[in-house]
């Protein structure tokens, strides 16, 4: 019992452990890639030896596959708490006899926005520096079925 507890609390640092190392090979930089690589590899090696333990295939699978799902789960959601709010811009078009309607409706929403009337369009571009403030955009753009994209600022 206490060997198949031990692959339990392994096996859900594993999943966390690689979780954290895909993140970090993609979004950081090669020291903080290559350090949380190699550890992850370190560990696993310790992983290794109770994979190969003596207690049935079936529960090591359905113990790699629940901690899988709850180790990815909790990064995700970590990774999610974490993120920081970034400046969207959304470009729409729409039919210029809306636009009185969209200017009472981005009034409601309380949102930043510009826009150009060229005549038979009009063409409006909202500022989101919040996935509040994006959510509440696209809602709007899905009720008019405006045609839209997306750009992220980026630093110069």
Known sequence: MKLLITF??????????STIRSI???KSGKTIASIISGGYFAFYNIMLIYTVADFPMWQKCVITFACNVIGVWIVKLVEEKMRKDKLWKVECT????????????CEYYELSF?????????????YCPTQKESANVKKLLKSYDAKYFVSETKAL
């Open 8 to 17: 339990i609390a392994l096996s859900i640092v594993n999943v966390i452990f």
């Open 24 to 26: 970090t090979t993609i």
């Open 94 to 105: 729409i039919p210029s006899e809306q636009l009185p309607q969209m200017l009472e409706d």
């Open 114 to 126: 510009n826009y150009i009337d060229i005549e038979k369009y009009v063409i409006l571009n909202f």
